[in-house]
Every structure is written in structure tokens, then in C-alpha cells.
């Protein structure tokens, strides 16, 4: 399969990669690992007739620690995500997700930035992204915005992104140390989109839950953020009734396709058992 | 579509050409640079049939533009073996295990296993088949090719290759 024409440009700078985007307007797309736009350019679903390749600009990779954060650059790849001793002491969530997302050649080159700036309901870092109230620096020819990722995604493929911007780095709030953690993904096969995934942090204090939230992948035309169910955890033990309060109510909220991975009500279903087992998952991982 | 020159090291020979900027990788090594060695499968970023070595990563080439590759090293199965026909550890471990059928897979297999092994000599079974989780075989039933990649990491590690008991 060949994708139709295109011309190529490798800006070395946002600055130089913005204005392309401005002067070439719709026509053009940010080219970030290519896993998600070369495929849909290959089978003509996309032709854009611009490509800005993001590969050469300074400053999107990279990981590092500010006060209270986590930043993320946006061309940061799976790969360096799963092999990162920072994130595995502050966020070990990124590592187990990063670890179920395709195969090992597409966490190679495919990027943080490309998976939550996609906008496909099946990525699984969007959802990762709004359980930890990550916030998305976008940056276009007007200046710098930060949205909060529980803000960013309003439809299939839309987003609060702006055609002239760029996502430059994802800011990620430390959860408390001793945190439990668990991202839970029901899949048909290595390589493939959640039939249903969620996302799960809490903190857990003499026995009691002090702090939850929860995210849901692949049940919705968007990634979910479960503020009820997590609530339905707080100041509760994370006992059998706690924990099923907390799926009813992750259920409630979903609105997923019949497609190839199953009937509608299956996948709110498999939803509901997702949360159980990153619940209960996280909990076995929190230190009181 | 106008062209643009790219310029990239192919099994350590420097490789220069004018391409379209839509121009697949997989498409390059086989049409322009002469290597078939790298097989197209499924042509939809799954099989791994198309799996080289870039700087150092393993990739399908059938979801990388030639363009993205400029000024990189690539490697791909005809650059394992020395150049007096010395067949490279995994080449070997496949032969004596009899890690292939029809043979289609293995190019990507080989340079999946490759660069696994760079980054870790010494694979479980667990890692060696999740290594490898990204290339499919639709002969072997991936028994042989986890032998035969333990095989190699045993050879390169200079150590008696042991099988595992059944
Ligand atoms: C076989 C296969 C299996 C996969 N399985 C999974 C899976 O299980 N889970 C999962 O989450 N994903 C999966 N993916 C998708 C993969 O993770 C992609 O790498 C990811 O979705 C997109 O990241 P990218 O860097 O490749 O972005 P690209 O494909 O380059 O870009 C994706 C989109 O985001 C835009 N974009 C990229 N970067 C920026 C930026 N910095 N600023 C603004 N816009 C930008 C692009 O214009 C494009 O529209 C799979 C892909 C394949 C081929
Ligand atoms: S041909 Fe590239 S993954 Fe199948
Ligand atoms: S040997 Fe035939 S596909 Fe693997």
C-alpha cells in the first residue's frame, strides 16, 4: 500500500514547526513515531499533503523531575517511557501501561505525545493521562496553553488541539510515595486496542482509601475520566461492596461500540471488571 | 511530488538517492537498494515480516517513510552473515534448530531476535517470546524459534547451549 504524495519538512525548532503549520494551514500534519498517521496514510483514510516530521526538533524528548511534577516531552518514545528508573520510582503506572501498548517495534518509535495527541478513543495513554490529571503544554504561533488532559478530548479523533499547534510536553503530577497503581487491559491479542482498559491510583492511610481516580480506555468515543467510582472508594477499606459500588458506577458512564471486539453491553461489562482488577490490584501495591 | 535526496548507511555501505518523500521503507531496501531480504506480509504494521534494525531499534519498515530514516544505520538480514559467508549466531541458531519452515518470517525474526539480544544477552523464555510478541510465523507454532534464539545467545555468550527439559 502506498500512501499519496506529500511533501516532507523537518523543522529544528517548535518555533520553525509552528509557523510551517500556520503557513501551510489544514494540508499539513505533525509527523511524530508515524504508528498511528502512516497506517490510515497507507490505506488513504488521511492524505494530508504536508508532513512537519517532529524528529529534529530540539527540546520535544525527554523526561525530567520539577517540583511536584513530572515533564514528559512529547517525543518521548514508549520505549524510553518503559526503561525509565525515574518514572519507575514516581509514576510506575507509565511503565506498566507503556508495556501493553502494541509490540515491542511499535514502542520503539511510537511516542507519548503522538498516542494522547491522536485523539482514537483506543490509545491507551489518554485514559492513563486523566487519572493522573496530566496537563498537555500546547504551544502554537499565539503563544503557550496548558489543558488538562480531562479537558482535551471531546470526540473521536477531536480534541482542544488547534490545527496550528503543537503538543510539546505532558506535566504529570507525582502521586503521594507508596501509592498503589494499576493500569488493567482485556485485549484479544498482543498488538491490539483495549476491549476495555482502566486506569487505576489510590493512596490507602491506617486501612482506609484517602485518594482515588480512575481512567477508562476504549468505552466511549473518548477516553474516560470515572470521577464517581473513584469517590465510591474514599474512606472505605477497598472491601468487596467498595469495590463494586466502584465498577457499577465506572459502567454507568460508558457508551462503547459493538465492534470486532465485542457486543456493546460485553464491553461495559468487561469495563466494570477492569476497575475490579486494577482496584484490587493497586490496593495489593499501596503502602498504608 | 517532487523528489528529495536521502542518504543513509545500509549493512555499513553508504546508500544515496533521490525518493519520494511517500516512499516506504520496506519499498526503498527492496526496490532501490536491491535487498528483498526484508519481507512484506501484511503491509499493515503487524507480522513483522518487514522488521530492520534502525539505529540500533527494531522497526517495520512497512510503517517508516525512507525519509524518516535519513542519516541512519540500518541493518537488515543480508547484513548479518561476515563477509566470507560466516553465518551469524542467530542464522546458525535457526538452522540447527530448525527455527524456520517456509522461511518467510525469518528475516524479521532474525533481526528482531538481533537487537533483543543486544539488549539483553541473556533472555528467559518469557522475554525471548514476548521479544518477539510483534512477528508472527504461520508455520512454526514459535517452539523452534525460541530454541533457536536461545541457541544464538548461547553461542554468542560462548557457553554450551542447553535445552530446556520438556
Ligand atoms: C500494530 C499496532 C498496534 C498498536 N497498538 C496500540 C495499543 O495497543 N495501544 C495504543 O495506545 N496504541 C497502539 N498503537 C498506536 C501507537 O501507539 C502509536 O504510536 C500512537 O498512537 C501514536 O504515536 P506516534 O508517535 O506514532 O504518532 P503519529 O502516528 O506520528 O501521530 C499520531 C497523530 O498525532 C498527531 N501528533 C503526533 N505528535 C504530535 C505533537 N507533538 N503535537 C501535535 N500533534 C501530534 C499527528 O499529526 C497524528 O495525527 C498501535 C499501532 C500499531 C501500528
Ligand atoms: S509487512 Fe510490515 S508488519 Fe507486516
Ligand atoms: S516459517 Fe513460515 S511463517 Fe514462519
Redesign the pocket.
Same mark, same amino acid.
Given at each position: 500500500m502506498i500512501p499519496s504524495g506529500f511533501e516532507y519538512h523537518r523543522p529544528n525548532s517548535v518555533q520553525e514547526a509552528v509557523a510551517l503549520l500556520a503557513q501551510l494551514g489544514e494540508e499539513a500534519?505533525?509527523?511524530?513515531?508515524?504508528?498511528?498517521?502512516?497506517?490510515v496514510m497507507k490505506t488513504r483514510l488521511?492524505a494530508p499533503e504536508h508532513l512537519i516530521d517532529?524528529a529534529g526538533v530540539s527540546g520535544?524528548k525527554g523526561i525530567r523531575q520539577e517540583p511536584g511534577h513530572i515533564v514528559i516531552g512529547?517525543?518521548t518514545?514508549?520505549y524510553e517511557i518503559s526503561g525509565s528508573p525515574l518514572l519507575a520510582e514516581t509514576l510506575p503506572i507509565l511503565r506498566e501501561t507503556s508495556l501493553?501498548?502494541?509490540?515491542p517495534q511499535?514502542?520503539y518509535?511510537?511516542?507519548?505525545?503522538?498516542?494522547v495527541?491522536?485523539?482514537?478513543p483506543?490509545?491507551?495513554?489518554p485514559a492513563v493521562m486523566m487519572c493522573l490529571d496530566a496537563e498537555y503544554q500546547?504551544v502554537g504561533q499565539s503563544g503557550q496553553r496548558g489543558v488538562r488532559a480531562r479537558d482535551f478530548y471531546l470526540g473521536a479523533y477531536d480534541t482542544a488541539?488547534q490545527n496550528g499547534?503543537?503538543?510539546?510536553e505532558i506535566r504529570i503530577p507525582v502521586p503521594p510515595r507508596g501509592h498503589g497503581y494499576a493500569y488493567e487491559?482485556l485485549?484479544r491479542k498482543v498488538?491490539?486496542?483495549?476491549v476495555a482498559a482502566a486506569a487505576v491510583i489510590l493512596t490507602m492511610t491506617n486501612g482506609k482509601c484517602t485518594m482515588a481516580s480512575i481512567g477508562l480506555?476504549n468505552v466511549a468515543d473518548t477516553p474516560l475520566w470515572a470521577e464517581a467510582a473513584a469517590q465510591a472508594l474514599i474512606g472505605t477499606g477497598l472491601d468487596h461492596a467498595a469495590i463494586a459500588n466502584a465498577a457499577a458506577a465506572a459502567e454507568t458512564i460508558t457508551d462503547p461500540a459493538a465492534d470486532g471486539r465485542g457486543p456493546a453491553e460485553y464491553r461495559t461489562k468487561m469495563a466494570g471488571m477492569m476497575v475490579r482488577r486494577a482496584i484490587a490490584r493497586a490496593k495489593s501495591r499501596a503502602q498504608n | 511530488m517532487s523528489r528529495v535526496p536521502v542518504k543513509m548507511t545500509i549493512n555499513g555501505r553508504a546508500v544515496e538517492a533521490l525518493i519520494e518523500p511517500r516512499t516506504l521503507l520496506i519499498h526503498f531496501l527492496r526496490e532501490q537498494a536491491g535487498l528483498t531480504g526484508a519481507h512484506i506480509g501484511c503491509d #499493515?504494521?503487524?507480522c513483522g515480516a518487514c522488521t530492520v534494525d534502525l539505529n540500533a531499534m527494531s522497526v517495520?519498515s512497512c #510503517?517508516v517513510f525512507a525519509i524518516q530514516a535519513n542519516g541512519a544505520e540500518i541493518v537488515t538480514i543480508e547484513g548479518m552473515a561476515a563477509a566470507d559467508g560466516t553465518l551469524h549466531a542467530l542464522q546458525d541458531g535457526f538452522r540447527q534448530m530448525h527455527g524456520l519452515q517456509c522461511g518467510y518470517c525469518t528475516p524479521g525474526m532474525i533481526m528482531r531476535a538481533h537487537s533483543l539480544l543486544k539488549e539483553n544477552p541473556n533472555p528467559s523464555e518469557d522475554e525471548i517470546r514476548i521479544g518477539i510478541s510483534?512477528n508472527l510465523c504461520r508455520c512454526t507454532g514459535y517452539q523452534n524459534i525460541v530454541k533457536s534464539i536461545q541457541y544464538a545467545a548461547a553461542k554468542i555468550n560462548g557457553v554450551p547451549y542447553q535445552e530446556a527439559a520438556e
Open positions: 500534519r505533525p509527523l511524530a513515531g508515524g504508528h498511528s498517521l502512516i497506517p488521511s517532529l520535544l512529547a517525543m518514545t514508549q501493553q501498548i502494541g509490540d511499535i514502542r518509535l511510537g511516542t507519548l505525545g503522538g498516542n495527541a491522536n485523539g482514537d483506543g490509545n491507551d495513554m500546547l488541539r499547534e503543537i503538543l510539546t487491559k485485549k498488538g491490539d486496542y483495549a480506555t | #499493515t504494521s503487524h517495520k #510503517t510483534g
